[in-house]
């Protein structure tokens, strides 16, 4: 049982290129999360998916987009990268009703863009 | 949408000392209010959560009270230990069942240091 798993964990980005972060979890959860993580300014909530197929935008979602084809996985991706992109991501999921125990997070990707 | 308000942004105690991290929310529809611990380098934890139907919730070292008129609440931990250094974010949300789920919103955060 790994909970919820990011890859990968570090990466170096020229701008403008293009990259996919996956997060997968193996607890069945519905509801996912990206969020982005910048020194003073707590978590923020770039996009969410409550279900396979669905997707929709969170705090701050520009420069972003989000898949959910499967059920266990979220996929965030970067078009073209810029250096304001440069941030640490979190992944999280989190079941629903009787199966809510709070949101599991991934371990993070720290991203630079250069 | 919900905004979540956190003070202070930083707090040193020595050990031994108590320590109280508090936070507003704005949504009167949150019911949900976790608190995580963050270590450098690490991912956020689950340390305690309260949902709006007690106003209270103690786990060892660790409470927090909840004040669903004013819409603030707040994190207690006693006996400081320099193992408690940390960031700590309080967040809010609207776990409803249904359609009115919200996300979490999280504070900015609280650098706790505790020193020996």
């Known amino acids: 049982n790994a909970g919820v798993t990011q890859t990968p964990k570090f990466r170096v980005l020229k701008t403008g290129q293009s990259m996919t972060l996956l997060c997968a979890q193996d607890?069945?959860?519905?509801?996912m999360y990206w969020y982005r993580q910048d020194p003073g300014m707590g978590l923020r909530l770039i996009h969410y998916?409550?279900?396979?197929?669905?997707?929709a935008k969170g705090e701050v979602p520009d420069g972003y987009n989000v898949s959910r084809l499967k059920k266990q996985n979220f996929l965030l991706g970067l078009e073209s990268a810029a250096p304001s992109q440069t941030s640490v991501y979190f992944c999280?999921?989190?079941?629903?009703?009787?199966?809510?125990?709070?949101?599991?997070f991934g371990s993070g990707t720290r991203l630079t863009v250069v | 949408g919900e905004n979540v308000e956190q003070h202070p942004s930083t707090l040193s105690v020595q050990e031994g000392d108590s320590a109280v991290i508090k936070c507003t929310y704005s949504?009167?529809?949150?019911?949900?209010f976790p608190w995580y611990k963050q270590e450098l380098g690490k991912r956020p934890q689950l340390i305690i959560d309260?949902?709006?139907?007690?106003g209270e919730k103690k786990d060892q070292r660790i409470a927090v009270t909840l004040n669903k008129t004013a819409k603030h609440f707040s994190l207690h931990i006693t006996e400081t230990q320099p193992e408690d250094s940390a960031v700590y974010f309080c967040?809010?949300?609207?776990?409803?069942?249904?359609?009115?789920?919200?996300?979490?919103?999280f504070g900015k955060g609280t650098k706790l240091s505790v020193k020996p």
């Open positions: 999280a999921s989190r079941g629903t009703g009787d199966r809510f125990h709070g949101y599991t």
């Open positions: 607890m069945n959860h519905e509801y």
């Open positions: 998916s409550v279900g396979e197929g669905t997707t």
């Open positions: 949504d009167s529809a949150s019911n949900y």
């Open positions: 309260i949902r709006s139907n007690v």
């Open positions: 967040a809010a949300s609207n776990q409803g069942y249904g359609g009115s789920q919200g996300n979490l919103i």
